[in-house]
């Protein structure tokens, strides 16, 4: 068996230098060289190889990474993760560009409850006709209750045209800059006026959606259930902040939380081995993280049923605009019953306008079905037609069938409406 000579040559020993290695200091030492034996596989004996390294002297410097189980080092990997692979946003800035207070906080109001695809469109609606605060605060309440229809959680509608009313009146259009002013405008509470502080403003501060809480009890861990534990997520979300000087970066921070918990680390089947923090995350340590957030067991409201009265006159159908306080509050619907527990067919029939000409109401086959918040709601559908001069019963009026769109209908009535009309 041929061994490889790794002994400088002769020449090289004679003149007291052996070849150098990439990087290696020139001049022969045998002490860069490290004694090996090997055996032939003809167990021969073993013939001594010295093999080149480095003296114990001059350690390699290579450069340090910093260290995922390192706490400090997590907001410096998070960020670093954001600023290459940031989502595009119709509301967010390009980097390197101040984020617009207006923009911010309208989107935030939007995204409450409701998820990104849908409240894409929406937004680019509302920033075309209103492109700023003293524009939305001039507009009429009707107005923008028509341009929010299907956007759902009415109530957001109505604080978002008190809210832009109180900029322009209260702050010359300009919105305060710190969590607790921001709080006392309509419609602004604890999480949208830190997300608000930090985005647009920079404060250092960590709001907590959805998102944010996922990733923060996976990757500590977390066990106590929400929304109990939602105090701690807030303290531990707050660590993954940089340091508290004018290049903290705190709304960058918040932003790529969201990302990460909206792309990478999802409900179901988180692509872990993409995440920065994967390192350091005790969930998927222990390979359970798909069973975080913990979550105490929801309470699903009881069922409740009604009616809906679809009347038309000609190319009309019969409306009536719902009381400002309350369950989609100011929003248009067809004339209704009221929606209880258990309430039969015959008690919501009762509740039918009265019209003159109706001899009897004709009900639609099926149900339309409507899930809100707290509780699942079934109409059943009656349709009745009326003569062309027939008067609107007080507190309702007539509106063009073809001009709907313009309304500001709920989805659970565009259903209803649909389902009467046979759409």
Known sequence: MRQRCLLPSFEARKKGRAPQDDGGASGYNASHYTRQSTVCSTGHAAIPILKCGVPPSTPVKKKQQPLAGDAPARPALLLAWYD????KLPWRPLPGVAADPYRVWLSEIMLQQTGVKTVGPYFEKFVARWPGVDALGCASLDDVLRMWAG?????????????????RR???????????????????????AAAIAAIAFGRRTMPVDSNIERVVSRLFAVEEPLPQAKPLIQQLATTLLGAGDANSRAGDSAQALMDLGSSICTPKKPACALCPLNQDCLARAR???????????????????????VVTRGDELLVRTRAEKGLLGGMTEVPGSDWLHAQEDKAA??????????ARWHRKAGVVTHVFTHFPLELVIYTARVAARSRAPQGMRWVPIATLRDEALPNVMRKAIAHGLGE
Do not use: W
Not at 84 to 87: A, I
Not at 178 to 189: D, K, N, R, V, W
Not at 294 to 299: H, I, N, Q
């Open 170 to 192: 209260d702050h010359g259009g300009i919105f305060p800059d710190t969590e607790q002013g921001l709080q006392s405008l309509p419609g602004i509470g604890p999480y949208t």
């Open 349 to 358: 029939l009762r509740q039918a306008p009265m019209l003159k000409g109706i």
């Open 151 to 167: 956007l759902g959680y009415y109530s957001r509608a109505r604080n978002l045209h008190a809210c832009a009313v109180a900029v």
């Open 84 to 87: 290459r692979h940031r989502r």
């Open 287 to 309: 390979g359970d993280q798909e069973t975080f957030p913990r979550k105490a067991l929801k309470k699903t409201g009881a069922l409740r049923r009604g009616a809906a009265f």
